[in-house]
């Protein structure tokens, strides 16, 4: 995965509790999981649409988890 991005995680929504540290909300990614792009996360899906727009063709929004300490983010399309 590249990260574009690295976003701050006091700005996410936070308390995924499964997995302490890693934040949950609205990613911006374009591309498969192995070779994916991703640009950050924010709290709203409006925040993300305009971040989507703005990273360029392809870029979608998905609901997901994202772990700051590794670049790592995780949606249901696995």
Known sequence: MNVLMKIDPANALNG???HSGWV???GVIKGPPEDR???G???SRDEGERAALKAGTGFEV???SFDPDNND???GDF
């Open 41 to 43: 996360i924010f709290v």
């Open 73 to 75: 983010y995780i949606t």
């Open 24 to 26: 949950q909300g609205w």
């Open 37 to 39: 792009e991703f640009v």
């Open 16 to 18: 995924f509790s499964e």
């Open 62 to 64: 998905r609901w997901g």
